[in-house]
């Protein structure tokens, strides 16, 4: 698996933008998100930095703008996110997603994960808004931007 290209925020980053990450990673965050370009699909893979174990870790459904294309014409797309149950401290996890178009599920060749990377000068339209509770039952939320 290669690692999408610009899907770390530093990479490819202009000079405001590495400014700009570093003031926001002064805030420690308990997860990072990146993109693996596995072809036919792209893949998110999130990672505890914490020393603590996470559980019921969740990522809301991502509606996308709705697209227009030559054989569909106009379509809406979203893509929902398989729960991870337990997420150990310092570890990885790919997320299970589907994308659906139109209510039906989408094949590979039709995944939209591609829209969430992200790329370097252009603003983020989309946003992984993430949940789990931590060790002591209390829910807790990230948020973290994407796309282009």
């Known amino acids: ?3 999408w290209p610009g899907s770390a925020i530093e990479a490819g980053a202009t000079a405001p933008e590495k400014n700009m990450a570093i003031m926001n990673n002064s805030i420690t965050k308990t997860l990072t998100a990146r993109f693996l370009n596995t072809k036919p699909k792209v893949l998110l893979e999130l ?3 914490t020393e603590a174990t996470l559980k019921s870790v969740e990522i ?3 509606f996308l703008k709705t697209q227009t294309s030559m054989s569909k014409g106009h379509y809406q797309a979203h893509i929902r996110f398989d729960p991870i ?3 150990p ?3 990885t996890a790919v997320m299970s997603h589907r994308t659906w178009i139109d209510g039906e599920p989408a094949s590979d060749e039709q995944d939209q994960m591609t829209q969430l990377t992200i790329v ?3 603003v983020n339209p989309y946003v992984l808004d993430i949940s789990w509770e931590n060790a002591e039952g209390k ?3 990230q948020r973290i931007p ?3």
């Open 1 to 3: 698996m290669e690692t």
């Open 120 to 122: 370097p000068g252009k």
């Open 60 to 62: 809301l459904t991502i």
């Open 146 to 148: 994407v796309g282009h």
């Open 47 to 49: 990672t505890n930095e």
């Open 85 to 87: 149950k337990l997420m």
């Open 139 to 141: 829910a807790r939320f």
């Open 89 to 91: 401290p310092r570890q």
